[in-house]
T-cell receptor, first 115, second 113 residues
Framework: AQTVTQSQPEMSVQEAETVTLSCTYD???????LFWYKQPPSRQMILVIR??????QNATENRFSVNFQKAAKSFSLKISDSQLGDTAMYFC????????????FGTGTRLKVLA | NAGVTQTPKFRVLKTGQSMTLLCAQD?????MYWYRQDPGMGLRLIHY???????AKGEVPDGYNVSRLKKQNFLLGLESAAPSQTSVYFC????????????FGAGTRLSVL
């Protein structure tokens, strides 16, 4: 069975600074997908970034980038130039490449950006 | 751009009452999911559907039933609500070529007293 671990329940960062959120996972699969979702106070789950395990290159989306270490089963999210609107709960999620396309979520990291 | 719509947004039930949560998507997605979110536990899959007329159990299915009579709708039922079912419930859907991305509704906050 797959598991996803987010070891940082809460983090804070000063506006305009950089912060890194950690995620590790356990799987025997070789092909899979990894995701970071953002959940602001509105509760709406928003996809931040996606990584395909068979791609070596780390995914980037504007100020958001990942450090994907397949051998170490690590998938961290870096937020550059943090903004007040980045304050949210962040969830890491795993999905097998084939099957019923179910997500396995981590327990989340609550990020607060300080003015 | 309605996307995934959940009704109701809030509900308070008494123990033993029943209710149905409705999820509707207008994106013609094949796959639909129901999750519950509890503090410190992330989102856990209750039931899911891979197409009209089909449903399957997820990680925490006990106490819930689902139906997918129409492709665009996925219903989650609580036959006899219990305080342990107090939670925030999320519906999500995904589609053919990019099944790996799920689109979420805004959630339903349910309190069972």
């Amino acid at each position: 069975a797959q598991t996803v671990t987010q070891s940082q329940p809460e983090m804070s960062v000063q506006e305009a600074e950089t912060v890194t959120l950690s995620c590790t996972y356990d799987t025997s699969e070789n092909n899979y997908y990894l995701f970071w979702y953002k959940q602001p106070p509105s509760r709406q789950m928003i996809l931040v970034i996606r990584q395909e395990a068979y791609k070596q290159q780390n995914a980037t989306e504007n100020r958001f980038s990942v450090n994907f270490q397949k051998a170490a089963k690590s998938f961290s999210l870096k937020i550059s130039d943090s903004q007040l609107g980045d304050t949210a709960m962040y969830f890491c999620a795993f999905m097998k490449h084939q099957g019923t396309y179910k997500y396995i979520f981590g327990t989340g990291t609550r990020l607060k950006v300080l003015a | 751009n309605a996307g995934v719509t959940q009704t109701p947004k809030f509900r308070v039930l008494k123990t033993g009452q029943s209710m149905t949560l409705l999820c509707a998507q207008d994106m013609n997605h094949e796959y639909m999911y129901w999750y519950r979110q509890d503090p410190g536990m992330g989102l856990r899959l209750i039931h899911y559907s891979v197409g009209e007329g089909t449903t399957a159990k997820g990680e925490v299915p006990d106490g819930y039933n689902v139906s997918r009579l129409k492709k665009q709708n996925f219903l989650l039922g609580l036959e006899s609500a219990a305080p342990s079912q107090t939670s925030v419930y999320f519906c999500a859907s995904s589609y053919g070529r990019a099944k790996n991305i799920q689109y979420f509704g805004a959630g339903t906050r349910l309190s069972v007293l």
